[in-house]
């Protein structure tokens, strides 16, 4: 017997988080995991265009790292499963990453604008879509009876870093030069 992927449950705009739970669909946990799922989605554009096969295995494992990190999200109860499925190792490893690439990269004197390669141009826009996801786990960070892990945030910060880092190397390794702002006067 084959699953249906329509279950009919959320047709009064109410969802399930994970245990017995439900919430409308405009609940701020709810925006919080939708707009994580939101950011792998353009991660997998960015895969979909192509990058080397170093750089796309890093991604292929932000891509898990983030669905871990929605399901921490729909476990609002510190004691459950996902709650603490994030940890220190998933941070520590997108610092290695991050020293990796800045090995090959200029050190950054200037600002920069989005652009250069398509790849890196999809990659800022994922930057600017985790930074909208750590503000939505800290806006839920502080309404009361709303736990979440301290260590999303952490995460989510490191992960812009990240994301930063890899629009530029994207670019290097691409011979594209990175599009500095220069202020008018």
């Known amino acids: 017997m084959q699953l249906k992927i329509y279950t009919k449950t959320g047709d009064e705009g109410m969802t399930g988080l994970l245990g017995p739970q439900r919430v409308f669909k405009d609940n701020p946990r709810i925006d919080a995991y939708g707009t994580v799922d ?3 989605a353009v ?3 960015v895969r979909a265009e192509g990058v080397d096969a170093d750089l ?3 991604l292929r494992q932000i891509q898990e790292d983030l669905f871990v990190l929605g399901s921490a999200l729909a476990d609002p109860d510190p004691n459950g499963p996902f709650f603490h499925a994030i940890t220190l190792d998933h941070i520590a490893s997108l610092e290695r990453f991050i020293d990796k690439m800045e090995t090959e990269l200029q050190p950054l004197k200037n600002f920069i604008l989005p652009g250069g390669s398509l790849p890196s141009s999809q990659l800022h826009l994922a930057r600017t879509i985790c930074r909208r ?3 939505d786990v800290v806006s839920l ?3 009361e009876h709303e736990p979440i892990d301290p260590v999303t945030v952490v995460y989510l910060n490191r992960l812009s870093d990240y994301l930063f880092v890899f629009a530029r190397f994207v670019n290097h ?3 594209v030069a990175d599009v500095i702002w220069v202020p008018r006067k």
């Open 173 to 175: 390794r691409s011979g």
């Open 38 to 40: 939101e950011l792998n």
């Open 133 to 135: 996801a750590e503000r």
């Open 56 to 58: 796309d295995e890093q």
């Open 43 to 45: 991660i997998g554009v």
């Open 141 to 143: 960070m502080h309404i």
